[in-house]
């Protein structure tokens, strides 16, 4: 029982930590939303032999962003990269954020056993991504191959 409430009492804690780092108008260009993500992804990953890469370009990092935007992305990433590192069984996970034009372009993509999209268990996370990208006037491209991995790419216009 107190494992249990430890584990929820963390989570609320985690939950909180990004409602106040997303309502914060000093986090508002993208490199403070790459920062964020970078933590998430070292703290998650920094006990397993999974090697994450970022690559974030440039002209991305000056990028201005509204709040609701910060929301809809970083959860995007949370949910992508939790699901690379839950089930993907990957050795290797790279992000990439890049600027084409006026668009954002957020790519997790893993080497691990890939999946076919129908014959996955029902759960929110797919759902959920695609609802976010829709919030954000984007979409999102899903490609994913038994033995090579899964490539979940979001394109959404930048403000």
């Known amino acids: 029982l107190v494992?249990?409430?430890n584990i929820f009492s963390?989570?609320?804690q985690d939950a909180m930590s990004d409602i106040v780092w997303m309502i914060n108008s000093k986090n508002d260009q993208f490199d403070n939303l790459s920062i964020k993500m970078k933590d998430y992804a070292i703290s998650l990953s920094e006990d397993i032999p999974t090697k994450v890469n970022f690559q974030i370009d440039p002209a991305?990092?000056?990028v201005k962003m509204g709040m609701i935007q910060r929301k809809n992305i970083y959860l995007f990433f949370k949910e992508s990269f939790n699901n690379?590192?839950?089930?993907s069984n990957a050795t290797s996970i790279n992000i990439q954020?890049?600027?084409k034009g006026n668009m954002i372009q957020l790519e997790i993509m893993d080497n691990g056993i890939g999946f076919e999209e129908n014959n996955i268990k029902a759960g929110?996370?797919?759902v959920n991504m695609r609802k976010r990208a829709a919030q954000l006037n984007g979409e999102v491209r899903i490609v994913s191959e038994f033995g090579k991995g899964t490539s979940i790419l979001l394109k959404c216009p930048s403000i």
């Not at 690379?84 to 089930?87: E, T, W």
């Open 3 to 5: 494992d249990k409430i």
């Open 10 to 12: 963390q989570a609320s």
């Open 60 to 62: 991305l990092n000056k």
């Open 84 to 87: 690379a590192i839950k089930y």
């Open 97 to 99: 954020a890049n600027l």
């Open 124 to 126: 929110n996370g797919l």
